[in-house]
T-cell receptor, first 113, second 116 residues
Framework: ELKVEQNPLFLSMQEGKNYTIYCNYS?????LYWYRQDPGKSLESLFVLLSNGAVKQEGRLMASLDTKARLSTLHITAAVHDLSATYFC?????????????FGKGTHLIIQP | NAGVMQNPRHLVRRRGQEARLRCSPM?????VYWYRQLPEEGLKFMVYLQKENIIDESGMPKERFSAEFPKEGPSILRIQQVVRGDSAAYFC??????????????FGSGTQLSVL
């Protein structure tokens, strides 16, 4: 059974600081997703990572994937208040015969002015 | 191009009633996924459907829950004889015919089911 663990689960930080959210998963995967969710809203797709060493950046967010360590990171640079949200990583394995993703519990990020 | 459309946005049911949640995928998408989210939790995969076929229902509870995606019309997630533990946000997502081969999975706005 594929398990996905995120840490930290809660993070409060100040604007302008840098921080990293970690996503570990337990078995082989061929794709990893990062999503953002605002309270009461749906999930917004941020990144799709498909290969070892993949790095993607958009604005103040950068995601990377290390398939050997089964680890993905979401790095926040010079945080701003608008980035406050819950961030989920999700892992999938197409070879398993299904495209259902396994989600982590999410990281609740609060960025204070 | 409208996104994934779910309705209703909010659904209130009493214990023992039936709940029907609808999902229309993005235009051109033929794969639909249903997920359930409990408070303070991540999404849990329930079922994966293509038109007229259930591909993977490994996440569906064995009783009371069913899903369909007919040739015409939206996908339906049906919960019979609802119980309080069914209260959750139910999200639908869709993907193109080639599936999730590197594609982003687009989610609808969800249906918040509350069971009284």
């Amino acid at each position: 059974e594929l398990k996905v663990e995120q840490n930290p689960l809660f993070l409060s930080m100040q604007e302008g600081k840098n921080y990293t959210i970690y996503c570990n998963y337990s078995t082989t995967s061929d794709r990893l997703y990062w999503y953002r969710q605002d309270p009461g809203k749906s999930l917004e797709s941020l990144f799709v990572l498909l290969s070892n060493g993949a790095v993607k950046q958009e604005g103040r967010l950068m995601a990377s994937l290390d398939t050997k360590a089964r680890l993905s990171t979401l790095h926040i640079t010079a945080a701003v208040h608008d980035l406050s949200a819950t961030y989920f990583c999700a892992v999938g394995y197409s070879g398993g015969g299904a495209d259902g993703l396994t989600f982590g519990k999410g990281t609740h990020l609060i960025i204070q002015p | 191009n409208a996104g994934v459309m779910q309705n209703p946005r909010h659904l209130v049911r009493r214990r023992g009633q039936e709940a029907r949640l609808r999902c229309s995928p993005m235009k051109g998408h033929s794969h639909v996924y249903w997920y359930r989210q409990l408070p303070e939790e991540g999404l849990k995969f329930m079922v994966y459907l293509q038109k007229e076929n259930i591909i993977d229902e490994s996440g569906m509870p064995k009783e009371r829950f069913s899903a369909e995606f007919p040739k015409e019309g939206p996908s339906i997630l049906r919960i019979q004889q609802v119980v309080r533990g069914d209260s959750a946000a139910y999200f639908c997502a869709s993907s193109p015919p080639e599936g999730l081969r590197g594609e982003k999975l687009f989610f609808g706005s969800g249906t918040q089911l509350s069971v009284l």
